[in-house]
């Protein structure tokens, strides 16, 4: 499938998807840390991956074997798409558009997209607050259920905020999941934590022990992707979710 | 009114946008140096640096680190961050280097923008995140309007 200038290779076709994950590099890289350790867990295999000259020139090599950054994990169950490349935002645009075109294609019944949120004490939070935002209009049942607090004011800036205005103009279900999280600093507790509330949402049972044992490797080892996105995200201004948004309506 | 451009025009706001982006490419090749140092087995910390005005907050990212391993140095324009890892980090399959890599510690040396007072920094590590408060030195004097 193409959709201006992006093309979804699927290595393995698969008719239809019931459910979708998405985490790309973001605040505190949450989301990508989270699915990355959900496609492990579950051991989600790889079907398919993202085409586009508006990718940067990146290739990553995993175990002597070539990959692309953009990359597409699971089955008709459930699908996770993950980035281990930061995204600048002349590629935004058209990829949220192709990926949303792909999915409701696929009839797509649920996607949820994790991130982080920028939480200026985080080092002080032990247990990080999953906050929710959704085009569904029983959001706060199926929030109450899982233990998501709504978000009720605020900006979304980037990937998900994209993803998010394809999905309320194409009338897909969308859930974006936004973790307590350090700004700036890649946030495994955060990861953690969005898992333990998609644990409860999709009723599936992944286990972030391991994840929270890696903790000090994963924040150690993500240092260059980490300052790599700050730069991207600067360059959307990311910051806006920073601001107190105005009391109107 | 639609307004023909000319072709004069049209090249030279062409040259202005190649040029923009070849100036914040030049940028970007001067500012980039690893984050590492294999020769003295140092990797540099994420830091965020906050001007509050009459202070200088510093916070950085030291997973692997133990607070009584952090060894902090400041002087009136600079910060000195040196805390040894818990553990060696080894990178075994890494071809930027050409020997088996191992590190032992973060360092950073970082430049102040303004002048502080050494004697009143504060430090504190909390959940693996260094945050030290720098005060600046108040070099203004109140001047009486007549």
């Given at each position: 499938m193409s959709t201006k200038g992006f093309s979804i290779v699927e290595e393995t076709s698969i008719p239809s998807i019931k459910q979708c994950l998405i985490g790309m590099p973001d605040t505190g890289l949450t989301g990508m840390i989270a699915i990355s350790h959900i496609i492990q867990s579950l051991d989600l295999k790889e079907i398919g991956h993202f085409e586009s000259e508006l990718l940067p020139p990146v290739i990553v090599i995993h175990k002597g074997e070539p990959k692309r950054p953009v990359r597409i994990f699971g089955n008709e169950n459930l699908v996770a798409i993950t980035s281990e490349t930061p995204l600048n935002s002349a590629s935004m645009y058209p990829l949220a558009e192709s990926m949303i075109k792909w999915l409701n294609e696929k009839k797509i019944e649920l996607l949820i997209t994790v991130s982080g949120l920028a939480t200026q004490n985080r080092m002080e939070i032990q247990n990080p607050v999953v906050y929710g935002v959704s085009t569904s209009i029983d959001k706060e049942q199926i929030f109450n259920k899982a233990g998501i607090r709504l978000l009720k004011e605020g900006f979304m800036v980037g990937?998900?905020?994209?993803i998010l205005k394809e999905c309320m103009a194409k009338n897909l279900k969308n859930i974006v999941l936004l973790a307590q999280s350090h700004y700036q600093?890649?946030?495994?507790?955060?990861?953690?934590?969005?898992?333990?509330s998609l644990n409860k949402l999709l009723d599936i049972s992944v286990d972030v022990q391991k994840?929270?044992?890696?903790a000090e490797e994963i924040r150690l080892k993500t240092r260059e992707l980490m300052q790599r996105t700050n730069k991207s995200l600067q360059g959307m201004e990311k910051s806006q979710e920073l601001e107190l948004p105005a009391m109107y309506g | 009114m639609i307004r023909k451009r000319r072709l004069s025009d049209?090249?030279?706001s062409s040259l202005e946008e190649i040029e923009k982006e070849m100036e914040q490419a030049i940028q970007e090749i001067r500012e980039w140096r690893p984050m590492w140092n294999a020769s003295k087995g140092t990797l540099e910390p994420l830091t965020q640096i906050e001007d509050t005005g009459d202070k200088i907050i510093i916070t950085t990212d030291l997973p692997y680190v133990k607070k009584e391993n952090i060894d902090l140095k400041v002087c009136d324009n600079s910060l000195e961050i040196d805390a040894t890892l818990e553990q060696c980090v080894k990178y075994e399959d890494w071809v930027n280097v050409s020997e088996e890599c191992e590190f032992k510690s973060f360092y950073k040396d970082i430049k102040l923008s303004e002048k502080?007072?050494?004697e009143e920094t504060n430090a504190k590590f909390t959940n693996g995140i260094l945050t030290v408060e720098l005060v600046k030195r108040k070099g203004k004097r109140r001047i009486k309007v007549d």
């Amino acid at each position: 499938m193409s959709t201006k200038g992006f093309s979804i290779v699927e290595e393995t076709s698969i008719p239809s998807i019931k459910q979708c994950l998405i985490g790309m590099p973001d605040t505190g890289l949450t989301g990508m840390i989270a699915i990355s350790h959900i496609i492990q867990s579950l051991d989600l295999k790889e079907i398919g991956h993202f085409e586009s000259e508006l990718l940067p020139p990146v290739i990553v090599i995993h175990k002597g074997e070539p990959k692309r950054p953009v990359r597409i994990f699971g089955n008709e169950n459930l699908v996770a798409i993950t980035s281990e490349t930061p995204l600048n935002s002349a590629s935004m645009y058209p990829l949220a558009e192709s990926m949303i075109k792909w999915l409701n294609e696929k009839k797509i019944e649920l996607l949820i997209t994790v991130s982080g949120l920028a939480t200026q004490n985080r080092m002080e939070i032990q247990n990080p607050v999953v906050y929710g935002v959704s085009t569904s209009i029983d959001k706060e049942q199926i929030f109450n259920k899982a233990g998501i607090r709504l978000l009720k004011e605020g900006f979304m800036v980037g990937p998900n905020a994209l993803i998010l205005k394809e999905c309320m103009a194409k009338n897909l279900k969308n859930i974006v999941l936004l973790a307590q999280s350090h700004y700036q600093y890649p946030d495994p507790g955060a990861a953690a934590a969005a898992i333990y509330s998609l644990n409860k949402l999709l009723d599936i049972s992944v286990d972030v022990q391991k994840l929270l044992s890696q903790a000090e490797e994963i924040r150690l080892k993500t240092r260059e992707l980490m300052q790599r996105t700050n730069k991207s995200l600067q360059g959307m201004e990311k910051s806006q979710e920073l601001e107190l948004p105005a009391m109107y309506g | 009114m639609i307004r023909k451009r000319r072709l004069s025009d049209l090249i030279e706001s062409s040259l202005e946008e190649i040029e923009k982006e070849m100036e914040q490419a030049i940028q970007e090749i001067r500012e980039w140096r690893p984050m590492w140092n294999a020769s003295k087995g140092t990797l540099e910390p994420l830091t965020q640096i906050e001007d509050t005005g009459d202070k200088i907050i510093i916070t950085t990212d030291l997973p692997y680190v133990k607070k009584e391993n952090i060894d902090l140095k400041v002087c009136d324009n600079s910060l000195e961050i040196d805390a040894t890892l818990e553990q060696c980090v080894k990178y075994e399959d890494w071809v930027n280097v050409s020997e088996e890599c191992e590190f032992k510690s973060f360092y950073k040396d970082i430049k102040l923008s303004e002048k502080i007072i050494p004697e009143e920094t504060n430090a504190k590590f909390t959940n693996g995140i260094l945050t030290v408060e720098l005060v600046k030195r108040k070099g203004k004097r109140r001047i009486k309007v007549d």
